[in-house]
């Protein structure tokens, strides 16, 4: 059983459409999180939610807009997409007690967005 | 701004002798430090953490070392194995930044058989 699931794993677009990245996670967790990879590597989080509520919202542009309709879940919207926006982008889960206060977080498998 | 730095892209080493991956940070704020492990098409895994109160933490073949004063990590395996090979991150947090975790680039490990 896949604890955090993303769909879709891959996804390509043109610039200028809207698009959607579904996150669900199976444990539990009461926190959420968006990452996104860049061309570099590096991971850098984009937003965080704690039971259903925005807690970390990272310098993105409004364009993109989570929503979380319950704990399990994390979506991610993107309207107007633009060529710079292609990356890899990963959901992440955790706890907000014991371990999870320092910085233990479950991953999914990531989305490889293309923008052309 | 990198708070979290690991300056080494990649590295080899031979199946049964010792890796060491480093990682350097600039945030004399940063209270927890963590490895994940990433492999192709997968989302990082967590792998060992180490609070900044202690200066090592292992287990079993992995050991993470911290030196406060140089602002400086690193991860030892010891054997390495073939299916130790992936990119591995070094990250950060500080307990009033909301469990916000800040990466380094990651460090691709090449164990030969």
């Known amino acids: 059983d896949t604890a955090v699931s993303q769909t879709p794993k891959y996804l390509v677009t043109q610039m200028g459409n809207d698009k959607s990245i579904k996150c669900e996670q199976n444990?539990?967790?009461?926190?959420m999180y968006w990452y996104k990879q860049d061309s570099k590597k590096f991971l850098k989080i984009m937003f965080s939610?704690?039971?259903?509520?925005?807690?970390i919202n990272e310098t993105v542009p409004n364009r993109f807009s989570p929503k979380s309709p319950d704990k399990a879940h994390l979506n991610l919207h993107i309207n107007s997409l633009e060529l710079g926006d292609s990356a890899v982008y990963f959901c992440?889960?955790?706890?907000?007690?014991?371990?999870?206060?320092?910085?233990?977080?479950?991953f999914g498998p990531g989305t490889r967005l293309t923008v052309t | 701004d990198q708070q979290v730095k690991q300056n080494s892209p990649s590295l080899s080493v031979q199946e049964g002798r010792i890796s060491i991956l480093n990682c350097d940070y600039t945030?004399?704020?940063?209270?927890?430090f963590l490895w994940y492990k990433k492999y192709p098409a997968e989302g990082p895994t967590f792998l060992i953490s180490?609070?900044?109160?202690?200066d090592k933490n292992e287990d079993g073949r992995f050991t993470v070392f911290l030196n406060k004063s140089a602002k400086h990590l690193s991860l030892h395996i010891v054997p390495s194995q073939p299916g130790d090979s992936a990119v591995y991150f070094c990250?950060?947090?500080?307990?009033?930044?909301?469990?916000?975790?800040?990466f380094g680039s990651g460090t691709q490990l090449t164990v030969l058989p």
């Open positions: 992440a889960s955790s706890h907000t007690s014991g371990r999870a206060l320092t910085g233990e977080q479950y």
């Open positions: 444990l539990g967790h009461d926190t």
């Open positions: 939610y704690n039971n259903k509520e925005l807690i």
């Open positions: 945030n004399s704020m940063f209270d927890y």
């Open positions: 180490i609070s900044s109160i202690k």
């Open positions: 990250a950060a947090v500080f307990s009033g930044s909301a469990r916000q975790l800040t």
